[in-house]
């Protein structure tokens, strides 16, 4: 079975300072898109694309997932539709309306309303937790309400079920990926293409390959490329064993999710 590829964007929009790279200008995201779509690609949500990869069909499909609900998500929306693209949106659910404290730069988070009419265009809308921690350093009740009060708040909002989940920093352990087992999230996004913390969880821990304002068709084109080769490496390796439906007897640290 092809592994599902997917890309991970932050700001649509063009700022400066970027050192971490993080905002792709709207003309630069539109010419990347038409770039994917040239290579037969198209672009889907997260839960589009785990639901054709679960049936064994995810070629020719790219995950397209921005981090953080940035108010400037909204240009690339319009980008989107007119290639006729799905995409998950990872919002902070306890920001909305505010600024990214986490890094600080200051950049604009989508209002609650903001989030309802991306929700209403038909983009998904998952979420990135309540405040944007290094989950592994929270104590295992922060952890908890992180990963569930979010989904909670983000349900009441908009009125129907959220499944999609985006690790803050990309960062994640066994514990982490317990929590958001145990939070009934049906799959969940890590920032890059290496291997996750736990075997057990494959639809939890989704890699990602980062799209920045330097990826031209070629860079994109490689990208894609590498992806596979990756996942053909992956796919010699044994298989992880299978685990009960639950998940909760994953062996880590925390005393918390022992039956
Ligand atoms: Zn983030």
């Known amino acids: 079975m092809t592994a599902p590829f997917a890309l991970m964007y932050h700001s649509v929009a063009r700022r400066s300072p970027d050192p971490e790279g993080l905002c792709v200008p709207p003309d630069t995201l539109a010419r990347q898109l038409d770039a994917l779509q040239r290579r037969g690609l198209r672009g889907v949500s997260t839960g589009e694309l785990m639901a054709a990869h679960r049936a064994g069909s995810a070629r020719g499909l790219v995950g397209l997932t921005f981090d953080d609900g940035y ?76 990963v569930t009060d979010s989904r909670a708040v983000l349900e009441d909002l908009l009125g129907h079920e959220v499944p999609g989940f985006a690790y803050p920093f990309g960062d994640e352990d ?60 992956h796919a010699r390796r044994p298989a992880p064993s299978r685990r009960p439906a639950g998940g909760r007897d994953v062996p880590h640290r925390s005393p918390r999710s022992r039956p």
């Open 71 to 146: 108010t400037d998500f909204l240009d690339a929306a319009e980008l989107l539709a007119e290639r006729g693209f799905g995409a998950t949106l990872y919002v902070v659910a306890g920001r909305f309306g505010g600024t990214n404290d986490w890094d600080g730069n200051g950049w604009p988070l989508l209002t609650a309303s903001g989030v309802r009419e991306v929700d209403a265009l038909g983009v998904e809308v998952a979420s990135h937790t309540l405040t944007h921690p290094h989950l592994p350093r929270c104590p295992p009740a922060r952890l908890r309400a992180e």
């Open 174 to 233: 066994p514990a982490v990926v317990a929590a958001v087992a145990d939070a009934g999230y049906r799959d969940a996004v890590r920032a890059d293409t290496g291997a996750p913390s736990t075997p057990d969880f494959p639809d939890l821990t989704v890699p990602r390959s980062y799209a920045g304002p330097g990826d031209g068709p070629v860079r994109l084109a490689a990208k894609h490329l590498r992806h596979h080769l990756h996942a053909r490496v």
